[in-house]
C-alpha cells in the first residue's frame, strides 16, 4: 500500500487555450478510496493518466509512497489500471487475460495460477476461468479486469469509469462490488467517474475538478452539506441544490415575501448587492406564504415526490425542484408556496464562495 501525493502538478495540452490540470495539490492516504469527479473536460481522467505515467506532467511533481515518481516509466511505478473498455485479449481465456501480466514479468507458473484462482475467488469468476471473453456478459468482462489488476499485487488501483459500459442496474450492483472488494483489499485507489451519485456512494473522500482546477475535497457528507463554492453546490446532489440569486436587505436576504435572516459579519463579507441563496429540494417546507411556485411537473417515486416548477422573484423565473410527500403531492399547474428551512440554508457570496454560516 502507498500513499500518492500531487505537488502542484500541471498538465497542458498543445493547441489548447487552458491548462488540463492547473496545479493539483492532493493527498491520497494509504489504504483510500479517493474519487475524482467533475463534468466531461474538467480534467479528471487527465489527472488519473498523469499519475499513472500516460500523461506528461508539464509543472509540479507527483509522488507515490514519498517516491518522485514524475519522470518514472509507467510499468515502474507499481500501479495498475483498470480501463473503461476493460482491454481483454479475445484469444485468451479469462485465466490467461488475468495472469498475462505475470507471465510477462516471468513469475513461476504455479504461483502465476495461484494468484489467478485467489482473485477467482474474491471476484466470483471461479467457474468462467476456462471461457473467453465473449463469453461473459459485461459486469463479468468488468471483474476479469478487475481481477487483471489485482494479481499483480500493486501499490496502487486507477480506474477510469470503469463503469461506464454497464447498464442502470448493473453499475448500482457492480460499484457495491468495487467499494467492498476496495475495502478488504486496503488497496490505495483513486478511482474516475462524472457521476457524481457513483463518487458519493462508493469514495472515502471525493475531489470535485472543473476546468482543470481543484473546487473542494472532503468527505460525502461534507460536500453535501458545506459545499465550497457555487459549483459543487450545483454539482453534487441527485437532485440538484436550488440556487437563486437574492437581493440583499436589511437582516438578510430577501426570498419570496419573507426575509432570511444572516448575520451582520456575514453581510459585511459580501461585497455585492446580491448573494446566492442554495436550498436542497428536501429543505423546503410547503407554506400558506412564502415563494410562489407554478408546478410544471411532478415525479412520483412513492413514499416521496418531487416538484419540478417555476419560481418568479425580483422579475427573474428560476427553475426550482422540491421534495414532497409522496402521497399528496400537488398537481400539474397548481401553485404552491415553499418556505426554505431557515438552518438548512446555504449562502453564496457575489464571487461564488460560500459563505461563513
Request: glycine fraction near 10%; aromatic fraction near 6%.
Amino acid at each position: 500500500m502507498a500513499t500518492v501525493t500531487y505537488e502542484r502538478a500541471t498538465c497542458a495540452y498543445a493547441g489548447s487555450d487552458r491548462l488540463a490540470v492547473d496545479s493539483l495539490d492532493l493527498t491520497v492516504a494509504d489504504g483510500e478510496f479517493l474519487i475524482l469527479v467533475g463534468p466531461s473536460g474538467c480534467g479528471k481522467s487527465t489527472s488519473l493518466r498523469m499519475l499513472a505515467g500516460l500523461e506528461q506532467v508539464d509543472e509540479g511533481r507527483i509522488l507515490i509512497d514519498g517516491k518522485d515518481v514524475t519522470d518514472v516509466e509507467p510499468k515502474d511505478r507499481d500501479i495498475a489500471m483498470v480501463f473503461q473498455n476493460y482491454a481483454l485479449y479475445p484469444h485468451m481465456t479469462v485465466a490467461e487475460n488475468m495472469g498475462f501480466a505475470l507471465k510477462i514479468a516471468g513469475m513461476d507458473k504455479g504461483e502465476r495460477r495461484a494468484r489467478v484462482e485467489e482473485a477467482a475467488r474474491l471476484l466470483d469468476l471461479e467457474p468462467y476461468l476456462d471461457r473467453k471473453p465473449k463469453a461473459l456478459s459485461g459486469g463479468q468482462r468488468q471483474r476479469v479486469a478487475m481481477g487483471r489488476a489485482i494479481v499483480r499485487k500493486p501499490k496502487v488501483f486507477l480506474m477510469d469509469e470503469p463503469l461506464s459500459n454497464l447498464d442502470a442496474k448493473l453499475r448500482v450492483q457492480t460499484r457495491t462490488q468495487i467499494a467492498s472488494l476496495q475495502r478488504r483489499l486496503g488497496i490505495t485507489t483513486v478511482y474516475v467517474t462524472h457521476d457524481q451519485v457513483e463518487a458519493m456512494t462508493m469514495g472515502d473522500r471525493v475531489a470535485v475538478l472543473k476546468d482543470g482546477e481543484l473546487m473542494q475535497v472532503g468527505a460525502p457528507r461534507e460536500l453535501y452539506d458545506r459545499p465550497a463554492n457555487v459549483f459543487v453546490a450545483g454539482f453534487i446532489g441527485s437532485p440538484a441544490m436550488n440556487l437563486f440569486e437574492v437581493p440583499v436587505t436589511d437582516g438578510g436576504v430577501r426570498f419570496g415575501d419573507r426575509v432570511h435572516p444572516v448575520a451582520r459579519e456575514v453581510l459585511a463579507a459580501n461585497a455585492g448587492d446580491t448573494m446566492t441563496l442554495g436550498v436542497r429540494p428536501e429543505d423546503f417546507d410547503i407554506s400558506d406564504s412564502g415563494a410562489a411556485v407554478e408546478v410544471d411537473v411532478v415525479e412520483e417515486l412513492g413514499a416521496d415526490a418531487y416538484v419540478y416548477g417555476r419560481l418568479t422573484q425580483g422579475g427573474t423565473e428560476s427553475l426550482v425542484t422540491v421534495r414532497v410527500d409522496g402521497r399528496q403531492p400537488p398537481r400539474r399547474g397548481e401553485r404552491v408556496h415553499v418556505v426554505p428551512r431557515a438552518d438548512h440554508v446555504h449562502l453564496f457570496g457575489s464571487d461564488g464562495v460560500r459563505l461563513a454560516d
